[in-house]
């Protein structure tokens, strides 16, 4: 697929995908196989169950289990190529209050500043003001910001007091149906970091 392919073009080619799916789920409608129902469905109705009943869910443990087996599925493929399993894993969702803390400090120093809605922004223009150097990657980066926001997310995110495109998200305000921590900024949702 073409990077800047027109919405429809993307639609097009995921129509066989699409098609698919579709075939899967009349047949098991059809067929009414209670072992395999569940299982062929799925792809047709979990999206409309996510879209109608999702934003109510709020109990952190229906994450965790959603999480834990994606991490395990992940780690299982790892180990069929080899590869070593970390010697220790982090997860934020264990660690938010450190990071609220440390979010604090960066606010506390003026390189971030918090929004009405909730979110939290680096603040690049400060950061670079109080005579540090702000580039993506390397030193030699800096004044191409443009260019810079064009291949990264600082031009994606849109807020509520968002001071520059170039800013990036610190923290983000939960939406409804996403898990939330407590913040001095609200109820914040860490499983988009």
């Given amino acids: 697929m073409e990077k800047n392919a027109t919405p429809e073009a993307k639609k097009e080619e995921k129509f066989p995908m699409y098609l698919k799916s579709l075939n899967v789920a009349r047949n098991a409608i059809m067929t009414k196989n209670p072992a395999t129902y569940f299982e062929d469905v799925k792809d047709v109705y979990l ?5 109608e009943q999702g934003s109510k869910f709020t109990e952190l443990s229906i994450f965790k289990q959603f999480t ?10 790892m180990a069929n190529l080899n590869v070593l399993p970390p ?23 003026g ?4 929004t009405t809605d909730g979110d939290v922004y680096f603040d690049v223009r400060s950061f670079q003001a109080s ?20 291949e990264g997310e600082g031009s994606l995110t849109v807020g509520a007091g968002k001071r520059s495109k170039a800013d990036f998200a610190l923290w983000k305000s939960s939406k409804p149906g996403e898990p939330r921590w407590p913040s001095p900024w609200g109820e914040v949702n860490t499983m988009n970091h």
């Fill in 131 to 150: 005579g540090h150097q702000y580039a993506k990657l390397k030193p030699t980066n800096a004044g191409d910001t443009e260019k810079l926001l064009a």
């Fill in 87 to 109: 010697t220790q894993v982090i997860r934020v969702s264990d660690v938010v209050p450190q990071i609220v803390s440390f979010v604090e400090k960066i606010i506390e120093s």
């Fill in 47 to 51: 999206p409309i169950l996510d879209k």
């Fill in 111 to 114: 390189s971030a500043y918090a």
């Fill in 68 to 77: 834990t087996y994606w991490e395990e599925d992940y780690n299982k493929d």
